[in-house]
């Protein structure tokens, strides 16, 4: 089989706050369930839009981590489920002034798309399970990771995509691997 065609996924988790420590909170939390992180993003100055300064603050900084073990896919919908519970125990917890000091977004990454797990319907989404819907955010097109018209700004940024796309190699070669010990 060609690894263009293959199911097989990463998942990938991205994470915003003013609190980078937060931040180091959630791969902390998530580790022992989805295993090692294999590759972290710089962190992004979150600044495509104003709409969650009042309940988050400013300024706010966004993360990506991308999990070393394929993906079940089918999965995602707990996986959405858990990190809110995540970002509910943060805020239970008040460390933090804010009234939502984190916002966490898991999705998965496979060599022609990158997904994202959501709680609001809209019409390009796709329910999964467990009030989730999946929207396919990002498209991969030769040479990289392309938007869609409905793409939030934050996903449309070239750093961003540079970094998935990155990721997808590490995919893509990580398949390539395991046909060749199936061989």
């Not at 467990?130 to 996903?155: C, H, K, M, S």
Request: aromatic share 14%; glycine share 4%.
């Amino acid at each position: 089989m060609r690894p263009w065609v293959s199911k097989k996924a990463f998942l990938v988790v991205a994470c915003f706050s003013k609190h980078r420590d937060a931040l180091a909170w959630v791969r902390e939390q998530l580790e022992p369930i989805h295993g090692p992180v294999v590759l972290t993003s710089a962190d992004f100055p979150f600044d495509q839009t104003t709409y969650y300064e009042t309940t988050m603050g400013t300024p706010l900084w966004k993360r990506f981590l991308v999990f070393e073990r394929f993906f079940s896919t089918e999965t995602l919908p707990d996986v959405k489920n858990f990190t809110i519970q995540l970002e509910n125990a943060l805020i239970a917890g008040q460390k933090y002034p804010e009234p939502r000091p984190l916002n966490i977004d898991p999705g998965y990454l496979q060599l022609g798309k990158f997904l994202l797990a959501t709680t609001k319907d809209q019409a390009h989404r796709i329910y999964l399970r467990d009030n989730i819907f999946a929207e396919v955010t990002l498209r991969y097109q030769r040479t990289g990771f392309e938007p869609w018209p409905w793409t939030y700004a934050d996903y449309q940024v070239p750093e961003v995509r540079a970094f998935l796309t990155e990721a997808r190699s590490l995919l893509a070669s990580r398949i390539r691997a395991e046909q060749e010990t199936i061989a």
